[in-house]
């Protein structure tokens, strides 16, 4: 499974952006797909995940409200909309996936077999 990630960049206090996350290889519409970002100098941090087979979603609790995340499987492709952006959000942010997730785990980076590379976003003030 190879994972790419898309839509980072620089914004303003307060701006929007969309990543998306885009599988291909030996993928299935039963995986579940987390974002994850990790900030210079910081660990690497969960933001929220979601289940592709039924949609349901997860999320930082205190990130909840300004990130949404949310999928197609006809593309292969999952989403995640930053708004209200702040300068706190800025690092790069990693979409990963599993066939298997228990959901105990499902906000932990070790419960994820594949990663993409990541895309930076930068929010300046």
């Known amino acids: 499974v190879q994972l790419q990630a898309f839509g980072g960049g620089s914004v303003h206090t307060g701006g929007s952006l969309r990543l998306s996350c885009t599988a291909s290889g030996r993928t299935s519409s039963q995986y579940t797909v987390a974002w994850f970002r990790q900030a210079p100098g910081k660990e690497r941090d969960f933001v929220a995940g979601i289940w592709r087979s039924t949609g349901r979603s997860f999320y930082e609790e205190s990130l909840k409200g300004r990130f949404v995340i949310s999928r197609d499987n006809s593309k292969n492709t999952v989403y995640l909309q930053m708004n209200s952006l702040e300068p706190e959000d800025t690092a790069v942010y990693y979409c990963?996936?599993?066939?298997?997730?228990?959901?105990?785990?499902?906000?932990?980076?070790?419960?994820?077999?594949?990663w993409g590379l990541g895309t930076l976003v930068t929010v300046s003030s």
């Open positions: 990963a996936t599993s066939a298997t997730v228990i959901l105990s785990e499902r906000r932990n980076d070790r419960a994820y077999q594949y």
